[in-house]
């Protein structure tokens, strides 16, 4: 890595030069190049606009968590209460734990087909990390707390809204 100070090739990833002193941290920080990097790098995922958390308790049938979700038109409950989530019931849990089974496991309690203690994240938390960590892990739905406690949750669908409304180019257009 070369100092932009002095010149000198240092070894990659250090933190100082050696010939100079200068700090060099802020040479390995991402940089955005578009607004939508800078705002995915920056912004954080409260300015989504997180929606309120349904939540079930975890005796609820399978049945009623389904309900709920299909009355409000979401793809997901919480499993526990606002004090403790223990759990996230999902289309993906149905698709994957459900579907084909629906008479037999309809009374079922949601907790035996959630997906168990969900990843949930700060409000001030950038835009990046967490849609780094939804893609990483393969989740479609980001509880959200402030100071530790629930605030809501936002989905894959809130960073699609965020891309097109930056972006509106990026839409297809009617053939």
């Known amino acids: 890595m070369i100092c932009p100070y002095c010149g000198f090739d240092n070894l990659e990833g250090a933190d100082s030069c050696e010939a100079c002193l200068m700090d060099l941290r802020a040479l390995d920080e991402p940089r955005a190049e578009t607004a939508l990097e800078d705002s995915l790098m920056h912004e954080p995922v409260e300015s989504l606009g997180p929606k309120t958390a349904l939540i079930v308790p975890p005796e609820a049938s399978i049945r009623d968590a389904l309900e709920c979700m299909v009355e409000n038109n979401i793809g997901c409950v919480l499993v526990g209460s606002e004090a403790e989530v223990v759990g996230i019931f999902s289309e993906r849990d149905v698709l994957l734990r459900v579907a084909g089974r629906m008479e037999e496991v309809e009374a079922e309690p949601v907790s035996r087909f959630m997906t168990v203690s969900p990843q949930m994240f700060e409000v001030g938390t950038p835009l990046a990390f967490a849609l780094n960590r939804m893609s990483l892990n393969d989740f479609r739905h980001l509880p959200l707390t402030e ?10 669908r809130d960073f699609l809204g965020l891309l097109f409304r930056s972006h ?8």
């Open 168 to 175: 509106p180019d990026l839409a297809l257009e009617d053939s």
């Open 147 to 156: 100071k530790g406690r629930l605030l809501g949750i936002i989905s894959l």
